[in-house]
């Protein structure tokens, strides 16, 4: 399985708040490596979304924000959309596997 | 604007290497800031990052510890691209395989290839 976890899925109807967790250990997150947030459209490469735990790529909606806390982070998006619709990956470091690049299980975000 | 173009076969035999190519434009694989990394993608196994090749002065490599006995990552300055070898494949190798440049984060990722290990 992954070094970071996160839910399998969420939902929401149109213009709800959703947020993704990501879940990680004092090797990677909490020993202070950054996290970043990736969406995915089907067929596509992942696209970044966020990084730096909460800094926004030029383009991307302020209806996505990114935070983190101890060995967490959560990507929220507000005022949910139909294009929302993909999978959400986030993405750190880890001190334990000699500094290899780590990522999430990803999340199946559905607008309802 | 950053671009990367990535090449190489979509099937290969088990036991074979698994070798692709990922040109770069609007960025050199010498740039001193930055990383250029390959990362695959199964369904069994999600996205994994696989390694990385940057100049610092001289270069240097960091490969994941999965792969790390089987992986070769090379710049090609003259060509202004990096490349994948990764040796001794199996079916559990059959995923598609994106290059990406980083800077901590990865910004600019290659279109995927679709790599499938079969006989």
């Known amino acids: 399985q992954s070094v970071l976890t996160q839910p399998p899925s969420v939902s929401g109807a149109p213009g709800q708040r959703v947020t993704i967790s990501c879940t990680g250990s004092s090797t990677n997150i909490g020993a202070g490596y950054d996290v970043h947030w990736y969406q995915q459209l089907p067929g596509t490469a992942p696209k970044l979304l966020i990084y730096g735990n909460s800094n926004r790529p030029s383009g991307v909606p302020d209806r996505f924000s990114g935070s983190k806390s101890g060995t967490s982070a959560s990507l929220a998006i507000t005022g949910l959309q139909a294009e929302d619709e993909a999978d959400y990956y986030c993405q750190s470091y880890d001190s334990s596997l000699s500094g290899s690049g780590v990522f999430g299980g990803g999340t199946k975000l559905t607008v309802l | 604007q950053v671009q990367l173009q990535q090449s190489g076969p979509g099937l290969v035999k088990p036991s074979q290497t698994l070798s692709l190519t990922c040109a770069i434009s609007g960025d050199s694989v010498s740039s001193n800031n930055v990383a250029w990394n390959w990362i695959r993608q199964s369904p069994s196994r999600g996205l994994e990052w696989l390694g990385r090749?940057?100049?610092?002065?001289?270069?240097?490599?960091d490969y994941a510890v999965s792969v790390k006995s089987r992986i070769t990552i090379n710049p090609d300055t003259s060509k202004n691209q990096f490349s994948l070898q990764l040796n001794s494949v199996t079916p559990e190798d059959t995923a598609v395989y994106y290059c990406?440049?980083?800077?901590?984060?990865?910004?600019?990722w290659g279109q995927g290839t679709l790599v499938t290990v079969s006989s």
């Open positions: 090749t940057c100049y610092r002065s001289k270069w240097y490599n």
């Open positions: 990406a440049r980083s800077r901590g984060h990865l910004d600019y």
